[in-house]
């Protein structure tokens, strides 16, 4: 049941002016005086049973002007949320508990693996985690150097150039994949070393054992375009694929390690009684 609060009335009389300028026949001067048992009342009116006027706490708080309070408060009476305290919600228990969901969010994801800034904040936001929760968890973050771009783009672009030997092209188009920002791929691909001819050649060698056989035409085709998916571009790339479309079969000739015969065709001595020594696996 709501807490209810009584204004009294003041019965129905002509209000006249005081010597004191304040109207007569109000409750403002003197409180109401109570009826003694046994003692009629002067006004031949009846008297109403509740003289007073009938509302709930909540409406008479919020006449007043006074907040709600939580402790103590009636059943079904709302607490008002000050947004006069800073704070983002209406309790800061509340508010705790957001932002360390949030965290614990980020803390696994990171677990998982590495992420940039732009990746982290889309992944607490599709998990619906509110703006200035988000803002506070990655300032964290980056204060422990757990979220750092700049790093990470360098670790990624290193990976990329040695293992997977990815040109420069390759590597920025991965990091904008990643979501870090331009300026900072700018640089770290800036800094890399350049890409060495042997590269290039060890690349375009590998391919093109599965390409024998093709028309040269085919051939320079598709070693330019894998070699493009690899990030490599420009003139340099079409020279090397050009020498080793039209290298002979096996590859560049190498001289062969001392003491092997193998591939190599020998001139009789004049005392030998053999005329040719044929190649190892040739007869």
């Known amino acids: 049941m709501a807490e209810v609060i009584a ?15 304040s109207p007569e026949g109000t409750n403002d001067a003197q409180p109401p005086q109570h009826e003694q048992p046994g003692v009629q009342p002067e006004s031949s009116e009846p008297v109403p049973l509740w003289p ?8 008479a708080r919020a006449m ?30 509340v508010d705790d508990s957001a932002f360390a969901t949030a965290r614990q969010i980020a803390l696994r994801s990171l ?17 619906g985690v509110e703006r200035w929760a988000i803002d506070e968890v990655i300032a964290g973050l980056q204060d422990k150097h757990l979220i750092d771009d700049a790093q990470l783009a360098h670790d990624l672009a290193q990976g990329l150039s040695e293992s997977k030997k990815m040109g420069p092209v390759g590597i920025k188009q991965a990091l904008v994949k990643r979501r870090i920002p331009r300026g900072i791929i700018d640089q770290v691909v ?20 599965v390409l024998r056989g093709l028309d040269r035409q085919v051939q320079v085709r598709r070693l330019v375009g894998f070699l493009a998916r690899r990030g490599y571009q420009g003139p340099e790339v079409y020279r090397v694929v050009g020498m080793v479309v039209d290298e002979p079969e096996g590859g560049p000739d190498i ?3 001392s003491g092997s015969t193998r591939g190599v065709r020998f001139s009789p001595s004049p005392d030998s009684a053999s005329a040719w020594v044929t190649p190892l696996g040739r007869r």
């Open 64 to 93: 007043a002007g006074l907040p709600f309070v939580s402790e103590g408060a009636p059943s079904g009476v709302e607490e008002s949320a000050s947004e006069e305290d800073g704070s983002h919600g209406s309790d800061g228990a």
């Open 255 to 257: 001289e062969p390690d």
């Open 190 to 209: 800036g800094g890399l070393d350049e890409v060495s001819d042997d590269t290039l050649e060890e690349l375009a060698r590998s391919r093109m054992r």
């Open 111 to 127: 677990a998982a693996r590495a992420r940039s800034e732009a990746e982290l904040r889309q992944k607490l936001a599709d998990r």
């Open 7 to 21: 204004f009294p009335r003041s019965a129905t009389a002509p209000v006249t002016e005081s010597d004191s300028g």
């Open 52 to 59: 007073g006027q009938v509302i709930d706490l909540q409406q």
